[in-house]
DNA sequence: TTTATTTCTTGCCATTTGGCAAGTGCATTT
DNA sequence: AAATGCACTTGCCAAATGGCAAGAAATAAA
């Protein structure tokens, strides 16, 4: 079994030895979520921590009138969880779900500590983690308040082309905080440019 | 210099020795931040983490525009720190000022690292911190997806009402996501109700 | 291929929010 | 007390976005 992608994304973002990486990516395993099926249900603890090498993911949730909202995108060579539920072992109340058929290597929240126990600098690479995600969300909320929708848009698309690949229309409308009717009709107004 | 506020706060996040908390309390010390004053200015990096005993501070940055955005409020009884900034080192886009005179307990990075280190149960307390705010930013860009102004005005109202004695309209409004027009004229329907 | 189903687009109009400028109220200064 | 400066409110109108329903296009099923 090939952990190379796994490594080289763990070496990317922490300078350790190819020993240690080893080490780590030992304990992560093999896992595939066909498209459509969910790497976390709403109403369930998450115990997964997974690292995406192929595929696209998206999670959402329900609002208050029982709308899907899309609130993350995860293209490949991301992880993949659910900080709160994760981390806090709370119920989430969110879904992960694969919107391609996906490949990875995921470890469990008791393995993972374990790891973050024997081997100190990984602890880095998991606050580097979690810090990452804070930070897409920070700029998201701000770009909520002070960007229109067709700039919204337009960032998504020069920053994310492939989350059109996946997703669907209504998804993504939901992920920019307007309706799939307006998002159409932005998409018009901007093919003209 | 009696640190009893902030080991009811660590006391109440995490389950240790009364011996343990004494043992982190005393790497923390007492710091003034007077109103208006800065605890973060942005184009430095962020070196200090702070748990906020009495006053009430407030983030913000700025928008493309040259607009103060305001990020984030924190009243007392509540950790302070730019995540981003804090923990990844880089220079940061936020500033967080006093609204008001503030008392509280705050440690560097460097000898925060090196309580992490020393009491392993505290780590626990430094990830619970973190996803907590994570928590607070994805529950804010929810509702400024799905809900209008006027209810995210309601909610503020609700459960952070000391807010609107300390911040002024405008800062409230760019946190709601409404101009401080619109946020005079919801302030003014809700008031009917 | 034909039919059925789902997704996306469009027209029409309503609602929400913004922009600007004038006005009011309150506090500070002189 | 008068003058100045902020913070906040309000009126008027424009712009952005939503809601609904019908139609077109794409996709899946028969």
Chains 1, 2 share one sequence.
Not at 9 to 25: C, G, H, R, T, Y
Not at 147 to 159: D, F, G, P, V
Not at 166 to 183: E, F, M, P, R
Request: hydrophobic content about 40%; glycine content about 4%.
């Amino acid at each position: 079994m090939n952990k190379e992608p796994l490594i080289n994304f763990i070496q990317s973002n922490l300078p350790v030895s190819k020993q240690i990486l080893e080490d780590i990516a030992q304990h992560f395993e093999y896992t595939t979520i066909s498209k459509n099926e969910y790497f976390l249900k709403e109403g369930t603890i998450s115990n997964n921590y997974l690292f995406l090498a192929e595929g696209f993911m998206r999670a959402f949730t329900h609002d208050t009138d029982g709308n899907e909202v899309t609130t993350y995108f995860y293209p490949n060579n991301r992880v993949v969880f659910e900080a709160s539920s994760f981390f806090m072992r709370t119920i989430s109340t969110e879904n992960i779900q694969a919107l391609s058929d996906c490949k990875g290597y995921s470890i469990t929240f008791e393995k993972l500590n374990m790891l973050f126990h024997s081997v100190p600098a990984f602890r880095e690479f998991g606050r580097a983690m979690l810090v990452k995600e804070f930070v897409a969300f920070k700029q998201r909320t701000l770009a909520m308040i002070n960007k229109s929708a067709e700039e919204r848009y337009a960032n998504l698309i020069n920053t994310n082309k492939e989350i059109f690949q996946y997703a669907q229309l209504k998804q993504i409308a939901s992920y920019l905080g307007v309706t799939d009717t307006s998002l159409s009709r932005i998409r018009k107004e901007f093919s003209k440019k």
